[in-house]
């Protein structure tokens, strides 16, 4: 009897250490398992910082760079450059916008050229999934705007009492006899089409003022339904139950020593597990990106502190004027899945070693001595249109791959068609020249290989052993 009560106790004890190590695991795995942060930014001044990167982070204060710190989306519209993003998501979660400042400082534009005439459109792209996104448009917003100079960090919110976004941004423009940045807003439900715009802040004097973003309070917190964090020389908070009702001065960030000569680009986070949220600003002036700056009440300036040193680590990129999203497990898996950080590689020819595949002006050929190099990069994406192959998307045109059509190449965007995923798949073979070496089959018409041909890439059917040394790659670094 005795041994059976012992044999007893410890199958006891050990359910219960068990049933313990699965109460204590079971939140770290529900942690873990929460979806994180996407943050949408750009990085510096030239033609390739000027464009849309996009950041990962679990717990929204230690970011991780998408696609290898690469362009995930460039701009080939209006100035091809692009500022101040802003990333906006339909209330049932069905559609995607970025909207960005058209500007490339250093890419034939200047600061001065910018504002006294600057481009009048934002740039535009559209998506269903977050990852797949159409090519780039312009919408003109600022051109009904008299004497409207340029059209400066839009952001748009979804308004509940009109059914529609309130698009809002900075232009430079004379008003009561006063040039200065105001920010402007028209209503719109499609991005594509926009009402006349209106005024929508302005402060006395010659102050101007360019960045502005509003958050939506959970009620409970605070006195005010929508907080908006302004550049105007201080970082200005304002709360309103109505986003194109009434503003009310809440304060500034100078008692904590920023001010706007200091940080701009405000861009606003809400912690997922707590009743928290961080306030990033742009340290523009020392050149170091954001800082995320906590609070427990967006309203009350009071609230909010400098971050602790370590509590933060923004990646390798540099992060500028941006806009944070909280992302859905769906969402996430979607966007880590599109955006790894994949290899970039190049392609060199077998039998003219010191050429590599490369794009000019999008049309696609082997080249000595590439430049600029990014035009001869490419990430071996898996295949568009099917398992074990690849594709092989440009470093510095994303969403851009090479396409066969009527058997010559082009650099072209990803229409998300089944026929484009098809022309620009691959399987990866053994070098027909040499097998040490790769060639690259066409999935499409598999009789059909990648070749060069006076230089020139195209698909053709290989009979020949000049065919299959031209037809023969290395996949290099």
């Not at 989306?73 to 450059?81: A, F, H, K």
């Not at 209330?91 to 970025?98: A, E, S």
């Not at 009561?176 to 402060?203: C, E």
Request: proline share 5%; net charge neutral.
């Amino acid at each position: 009897m005795p041994a059976v009560l012992a044999r007893l106790a410890a199958i006891l004890v050990a359910a219960c250490l068990l049933f313990t190590s699965q109460v204590l695991a079971a939140p770290q795995r529900a942690v873990a398992a929460d979806p994180g942060y996407l943050m949408t930014h750009f990085i510096g001044e030239g033609s390739t910082n000027q464009q849309i990167y996009f950041s990962h982070s679990t717990d929204g204060l230690h970011w991780n760079d998408l696609n290898g710190g690469g362009t995930a989306l460039r701009s080939t519209v209006g100035t091809r450059g692009v500022r101040d993003p802003a990333l906006v998501r339909s209330p049932g979660g069905d559609r995607y916008w970025i909207i960005a400042t058209d500007l490339c400082i250093g890419c034939g534009q200047s600061w001065g050229d910018s504002q006294t005439n600057g481009s009048r459109n934002l740039v535009v792209w559209e998506s269903t999934d977050l990852v797949t996104w159409s090519a780039p448009r312009l919408l003109n917003v600022a051109g009904a705007i008299p004497d409207g100079r340029n059209a400066w960090a839009p952001e748009a919110i979804w308004n509940p009492q009109t059914n529609d976004y309130v698009l809002y941004w900075a232009t430079n423009a004379t008003l009561n006899g006063v040039l200065k940045h105001r920010i402007y807003y028209a209503r719109t439900t499609d991005f594509r089409t926009i009402s006349t715009p209106q005024l929508y802040i302005d402060r006395p004097g010659t102050q101007g003022i360019i960045d502005t973003q509003i958050l939506e309070v959970p009620s409970g917190t605070g006195n005010y339904r929508y907080v908006r964090a302004s550049g105007d020389g201080q970082i200005t908070l304002e709360g309103s139950n109505s986003i194109l009702g009434t503003w009310t001065g809440l304060g500034n960030l100078s008692g904590i020593g920023l001010t706007g000569s200091q940080v701009e680009g405000p861009m606003w986070m809400k912690f997922r597990d707590s009743n928290k949220w961080a306030l990033y600003l742009d340290q523009y002036a020392s050149g170091r990106g954001y800082l995320p700056v906590p609070t427990t009440n967006p309203a009350t300036p009071g609230t909010y502190q400098l971050p602790a040193s370590g509590s933060y680590n923004m990646g390798g990129t540099k992060k500028r004027h941006g806009s944070i999203l909280n992302l859905t497990a769906a969402e996430e898996s979607r966007v880590l899945a599109r955006w790894p950080n994949t290899a970039v590689n190049r392609l060199q020819s077998y039998n003219h070693q010191d050429r590599y595949v490369r794009h000019s002006n999008f049309e696609v050929r082997i080249d000595p001595n590439v430049s600029p190099a990014q035009d001869a990069q490419f990430r071996l994406r898996p295949g568009l249109a099917g398992s074990g192959t690849v594709s092989f998307e440009s470093v510095n045109f994303p969403g851009h791959f090479l396409r066969h059509s009527d058997f010559d190449f082009r650099l072209a965007y990803n229409d998300g068609t089944t026929a484009f995923a098809e022309d620009a798949t691959f399987r990866r073979v053994a070098g027909l020249a040499d097998s040490t070496w790769s060639s690259f089959q066409s999935y499409s018409h598999p009789d059909r290989y990648i070749r060069h041909y006076a230089f020139q890439l195209r698909l053709d059917q290989i009979t020949t052993a000049t065919g299959r040394s031209d037809a023969t790659f290395r996949v290099t670094s």
